[in-house]
Structure formats: structure tokens, C-alpha cells
């Protein structure tokens, strides 16, 4: 029974950790730009594509195509975000909503075009299947895979916003904007970067979770639910509040899921009203 | 009634609409729109179906215009009022009371009682903790009718829904001759009466919630009461909607609750242009003949053409086709007066 209960922890943490590879970006453009974008997991469908292209056509090594999706995922944002998102940053919430719900159902109808509305199998190597041991539990050795990568970018990413000089623009921007620019800040290409950060982070999580959501055409929308859950309720425009709302959601879905399937995806559903209308603006709000 | 142009001057006094009166009289090219569709019923008496549909839909769209164009409450889950009023409405026929009009009634309350209920979430929050509030209990009843399969058929959905005659008299035909005359009039009853809603104080006073909710209580209006009371309105006309399509098409899909459902909606209103009733009416019409020749090709392709539509309307045609009717009808105007005269 314990044992039980810890396989679906770990399980849950996985699931929420790659929810939350997946949201930060989303996080950061919300919080950043103000700008309700509906296609974030467009850009993490994008990077499972680039994954499974690679590896199944010309076969390149699971590894080696992660960092290319995040270069996909990444170009593809920044040239999205040059040519129609930042015509958007002062329109209101309803054009940004339609304009991404727009976006998304062209990306989901191409990729149908293209590839077809099958799932896109993933081929793991060797060494991330089947079981490994830990402290006598036996675990899924994908799944740990994935928390250790996270826990790395997790890492990563804070220090490149809390130490570096782009991360103190960042900040900067997200506090305020006008004062920024008379800083000198070039908020526009800050905008830019960020953005395209966001986007190449969400596609190496769908590159990643593959294996754990599935990769269908349908994807941004059977997914964009829980990623703006992560945000919503975490707070937008900081790395804390997403994450613990992403691990809460991925910890509360795998138990929902296990324990009383009958019930399936409502548990995470009354989660997010119950959190949203307790915590309004989110669980860790940014310090002004 | 004639839908104010947004004058955009630097003066604030000068930004607002013209103060004038609510009223009521009816212009003569509105009474040419509502002949349009016994054109259809006379000319074209194979397509009543998709004409009967177009009215519902348009009613929808309606509907979500009243707190959307209006009260300016961004909604991803109205289709959840929707839905609610399609089962309400179903499972009474179903369960043996097959009277439409008190099925409607029936449909009306339900879905107005659960957007009462459900109104005190949604108006509490700003724009993103709207759209995830209200997208979040579309969800949850969307998930509520597909696991209670024992009482809704979850995803095969309601059939086996049995009408009785129409105030005892007609009977619903194959050609939906019935379906037609009755949607029309419930959907022209309920236009006048909205009409007279939006064009009253409390329509007006909505608006000034659009425009500046902060500033609102300043002049003594209850905003939360109000944005109460239009959500609840607009939720028991969704119902009333959603009652229509199952007790016309004597079916209720799972479908009528999704989330696709809403975005649909979103996108047909502001296809047809926000805050102007009949931009709803438009909108759904264009949308649903678009989506009769189109998906009739190929489904996918339907759903990228949307998308493109979707697109170019936020990025170049703001306000929709009644919008850009305007627009051009403005233009058009001062060469008019300076003809006459009076500049």
C-alpha cells in the first residue's frame, strides 16, 4: 500500500515536472507580454514532431534530437513572435485568445495534412526502458530520467534569471516596462529572446513527454487545459509558482487517475476552481 | 438599433458614445432581415434544415453577445449553458414529456439556475481567471455527462428523444417545416425581448461596465449584481438554445458541452461583429453556410480555413462583417451629407 502510494508520487512528480517544462514558457510570456496565448502547446506538439522525425527518418539518436527540438521550437517562436505576436501585446485579452485559438487550429489542421491524425510512435533507447531500483522501489527509469533532466533546466533556469544580466533585464521588464525602456533596456528583442526561450522550452518538453502524453495532431488542444492550469494557478511570470502548481496538478492527476478512475479528470478540474477562487491572482504572486 | 462607432479623440468626453435615449423603433433594413428567412423557407425548401440550424446557432451566439459585447465577460465555456439546456430538454422527452414549449421552459430554468450558481465565480475575477473559470466548469460538466453514461448515453449520446405536437397541433415533419416555423418564433420572441434589454438603462449601464468597471460604482451602479443578473439572462437563453437544437434534431450529442463547442461560438460572434445583437445573427449564418460548402469537402481543411479566418479578423478586421459594414457606410456617409448640404 505505501509502496503503492509512493510509485504514484513519483509518478506524479514526473507527469508534473514535464507540465511544467512544458508551462514555464507560457508562464513567462503571460506574465511578461500579458499575452493569453492559447497555442503554447503548439510549440511543444512542434518539438515531439522534430523528435520523431529525427529519430524515426533519419535517425539520429533520442538524445541528440532533444536539443534540436528545442532549436526547433525556439526559431519557430521567435519568427512567430517577430511577424504576428508582438502586433498583440496591447490588444485586449479577447483578440489574443481568438487570434491563438486561431493559430492553434491551423497548426493542429496542417499537422493532420502532413502526418497524418495517427499517435507518432517513439522508440526509446534501451537504457531509459523498463525498471531501476531505488532505496528498494522499483521506479520507472524513463520516468527518472525526465525528473533528473527537469531538475537540471529547473536549475539552469533560475540561475540564468536570478544571475545573469539578461535575467536582470527580464525582471526588469516584467516589473515595469516603462521604466525598463528609460533604463535603456531594448525591451522589443528582450520580448523576442524571452518568447522564443519559452517556446524552446516547451518543445523540448514535448519531445520528452512523448512517452508520457502521447503525440497526436490534437495535442495543443487536449493539453492547453492543463498547461494554463499550471499557470493560472500558479501565478503568471515567475519559475516558483508554476512549478509547485504543475507538481500539485501532475501529483493530484496520476492519484485522481489511480484511485478513482471513475471519477478521471474531474478531480483536477475542481482542483483548479477550488485553487483559482482561494488564490485569485495565484499561488506565489510576483513581489512588486 | 445603430451601433455607435467607437470615435476615437483624445478628448475622454468626446470618446463616449453620444448620449442619447434607449430606443426602440425599428429601422426599416431590420424588418428586411427578419423577412430573409421565409425567402428561404419559400425559395429553397430543401435547405430549412441548415436554416433552422442557423437560427439556433445564431440565438447561441446571441446569447453569449449579451455578456460578451456587452457586459464584456470573455467566456471559453458557454457551451456549457448550452449543453445543459440540450439534456434538460432531452431527458424530459425522453422520460416521457414530450411538450416542446414547456420543455423549453424547462431547459430555460436549468441552465438560467446553474449560470446563476456558477455567475458568483465568474464575475469575482479578472479577464484570465474568467476564461479559466469558465472553461474550467464547461469542462467539469462536460466530464459530468460523459461519465454519468447511464443517464446522458455519455459519448453515443441522447437519442430516443419523442416530441409531441407543437402546441398539440403540428407534428415535427421530415422536413422540418415544424422545426423552422418554431425556431423562427422562438428566436424572434426572444430577439425583441433581448432588444429591449440592451437598448434599456440596465443595457446601458452594462456597457459602461465594458468600458470602465472601476468607474462604475462611482455613479451608483451594483456591478456585481449586474454582471449577476446578464450572466444568468444569457445562460437561460443558451439553454433555451441548446433545447431547440435537441427537440428540433430530436438528438443530444456529448459534442453540444465541448470545449470546440465554445470556441465556435467565439468565433462565430466575432465573425459576425461584438455588441450588436444582430452581428451574432449574421455571424452564425455566414458561418454555418461556410461550414456547409467547406466541410462538406474535407473536414480538415475546414478547421485551417477557420483558423486563417480567425487570424485575419484579429489582425485586420476588427469588429467583423457588421463592423466592416460600418466602417464602409461611414466612409460613404460625409460625401452623402456634404452633398446635401450639411456637412
Given at each position: 500500500m505505501l509502496s503503492n502510494f509512493i510509485g504514484v508520487l513519483f509518478d506524479g512528480i514526473a507527469y508534473g515536472s514535464l507540465l511544467f517544462l512544458i508551462s514555464v514558457g507560457l508562464s513567462v510570456t503571460l506574465g511578461l507580454m500579458n499575452f493569453v496565448n492559447l497555442a503554447h502547446g503548439a510549440f511543444a506538439m512542434l518539438g515531439g514532431y522534430v523528435c520523431v522525425v529525427l529519430m524515426n527518418r533519419l535517425g539520429v539518436p533520442f538524445l541528440l534530437t532533444l536539443p534540436l527540438a528545442f532549436l526547433g521550437g525556439a526559431l519557430a517562436g521567435w519568427v512567430l513572435e517577430r511577424?504576428?505576436?508582438?502586433?498583440?501585446?496591447?490588444?485586449?485579452?479577447?483578440?489574443?485568445?481568438?487570434?491563438?485559438?486561431?493559430?492553434?487550429?491551423?497548426?493542429?489542421?496542417?499537422?493532420?495534412?502532413?502526418?497524418?491524425?495517427?499517435?507518432?510512435?517513439?522508440?526509446l533507447p534501451d537504457w531509459l526502458r523498463g525498471q531501476?531500483?531505488?532505496?528498494?522501489?522499483?521506479?520507472?527509469?524513463?520516468?527518472?530520467?525526465?525528473?533528473?533532466?527537469?531538475?537540471?533546466?529547473?536549475?539552469?533556469?533560475?540561475?540564468?534569471?536570478?544571475?545573469?544580466?539578461?535575467?536582470?533585464?527580464?525582471?526588469?521588464?516584467?516589473?515595469?516596462?516603462?521604466?525598463?525602456v528609460g533604463l535603456g533596456i531594448n525591451v522589443g528583442r528582450v520580448f523576442s529572446l524571452t518568447f522564443a526561450l519559452g517556446s524552446g522550452l516547451a518543445a523540448l518538453g514535448g519531445g520528452l513527454g512523448i512517452d508520457v502524453l502521447g503525440l497526436d495532431p490534437t495535442f495543443p488542444i487536449k493539453y492547453m487545459v492543463y498547461?494554463?492550469?499550471?499557470?493560472?494557478?500558479?501565478?503568471?511570470?515567475?519559475?516558483?509558482?508554476?512549478?509547485?502548481?504543475?507538481?500539485?496538478?501532475?501529483?493530484?492527476?496520476?492519484?485522481?487517475?489511480?484511485?478513482?478512475?471513475?471519477?478521471?479528470?474531474?478531480?483536477?478540474?475542481?482542483?483548479?476552481?477550488?485553487?483559482?477562487?482561494?488564490?485569485?491572482?495565484?499561488?506565489?504572486?510576483r513581489r512588486a | 438599433m445603430k451601433p455607435e462607432l467607437p470615435s476615437r479623440s483624445f478628448s475622454v468626453a468626446a470618446g463616449l458614445p453620444p448620449p442619447r435615449l434607449p430606443h426602440d423603433r425599428w429601422q426599416p433594413l431590420e424588418v428586411v432581415f427578419w423577412l430573409l428567412p421565409w425567402l428561404a423557407f419559400f425559395l429553397f425548401p430543401g435547405y430549412l434544415v441548415l436554416v433552422s440550424q442557423m437560427m439556433i446557432m445564431g440565438l447561441f451566439a446571441l446569447s453569449l453577445d449579451l455578456i460578451l459585447g456587452y457586459a464584456g465577460i470573455v467566456s471559453l465555456g458557454h457551451a456549457a449553458f448550452f449543453g445543459l439546456g440540450a439534456y434538460a430538454a432531452g431527458l424530459l422527452a425522453v422520460h416521457g414529456w414530450g411538450e416542446p414549449l414547456s420543455g423549453l421552459l424547462v431547459a430555460a430554468a436549468a441552465s438560467a439556475l446553474f449560470g446563476f450558481l456558477t455567475s458568483?465565480?465568474?464575475?469575482?475575477?479578472?479577464?484570465?481567471?474568467?476564461?479559466?473559470?469558465?472553461?474550467?466548469?464547461?469542462?467539469?460538466?462536460?466530464?459530468?455527462?460523459?461519465?454519468?453514461?447511464?443517464?446522458?448515453?455519455?459519448?453515443?449520446?441522447?437519442?430516443?428523444?419523442?416530441?409531441?405536437r407543437l402546441l398539440g397541433l403540428f407534428e415535427f415533419d421530415l422536413y422540418g417545416k415544424t422545426a423552422f416555423c418554431y425556431s423562427f418564433?422562438?428566436?424572434?420572441?426572444?430577439?425583441v425581448a433581448l432588444r429591449r434589454l440592451v437598448n434599456s438603462p440596465f443595457g446601458l449601464s452594462l456597457r459602461g461596465i465594458r468600458e470602465g468597471s472601476a468607474r462604475m460604482p462611482a455613479i451608483g451602479a451594483d456591478v456585481q449584481w449586474r454582471l449577476v443578473a446578464i450572466y444568468t439572462v444569457a445562460a437561460g437563453v443558451?439553454?433555451?438554445?441548446?433545447?431547440?437544437?435537441?427537440?428540433?434534431?430530436?438528438?443530444?450529442?456529448?459534442?453540444?458541452?465541448?470545449?470546440?463547442?465554445?470556441a465556435e461560438l467565439l468565433i462565430i460572434l466575432v465573425l459576425g461583429g461584438t455588441g450588436r445583437l444582430y452581428g451574432a445573427l449574421v455571424g452564425a449564418a455566414v458561418f454555418m453556410l461556410a461550414q456547409d460548402r467547406i466541410a462538406g469537402i474535407d473536414p480538415t481543411y475546414w478547421q485551417f480555413w477557420i483558423g486563417l479566418l480567425l487570424v485575419v479578423i484579429v489582425m485586420f478586421g476588427r469588429g467583423g462583417i457588421l463592423g466592416g459594414l460600418d466602417k464602409l457606410r461611414a466612409r460613404l456617409r460625409p460625401r452623402a451629407d456634404a452633398a446635401e448640404g450639411r456637412s
Open positions: 511577424l504576428l505576436y508582438r502586433r498583440l501585446y496591447q490588444a485586449d485579452p479577447l483578440d489574443q485568445v481568438l487570434f491563438s485559438i486561431g493559430l492553434t487550429f491551423m497548426v493542429v489542421a496542417g499537422f493532420t495534412y502532413v502526418w497524418g491524425p495517427t499517435q507518432q510512435p517513439v522508440h531501476v531500483g531505488i532505496f528498494g522501489l522499483d521506479v520507472g527509469s524513463y520516468r527518472l530520467f525526465l525528473i533528473g533532466v527537469v531538475i537540471v533546466i529547473t536549475a539552469a533556469l533560475g540561475w540564468l534569471i536570478e544571475r545573469t544580466r539578461f535575467g536582470a533585464q527580464i525582471r526588469a521588464s516584467v516589473d515595469n516596462q516603462r521604466a525598463a498547461f494554463l492550469i499550471v499557470v493560472a494557478v500558479g501565478g503568471a511570470g515567475t519559475i516558483r509558482g508554476p512549478l509547485a502548481a504543475a507538481l500539485l496538478l501532475g501529483v493530484f492527476d496520476v492519484a485522481g487517475k489511480y484511485y478513482v478512475p471513475g471519477i478521471g479528470a474531474f478531480v483536477i478540474y475542481v482542483l483548479m476552481v477550488v485553487l483559482l477562487l482561494l488564490y485569485p491572482s495565484g499561488l506565489i504572486t | 458568483f465565480l465568474v464575475v469575482r475575477g479578472h479577464d484570465l481567471t474568467r476564461l479559466m473559470v469558465t472553461l474550467g466548469i464547461a469542462l467539469m460538466l462536460f466530464e459530468v455527462a460523459n461519465k454519468a453514461a447511464f443517464i446522458t448515453g455519455g459519448v453515443d449520446g441522447l437519442s430516443g428523444v419523442e416530441m409531441w418564433a422562438v428566436l424572434f420572441v426572444l430577439f443558451a439553454g433555451v438554445a441548446g433545447a431547440l437544437l435537441a427537440q428540433t434534431t430530436q438528438f443530444v450529442g456529448l459534442e453540444s458541452l465541448s470545449f470546440n463547442r465554445s
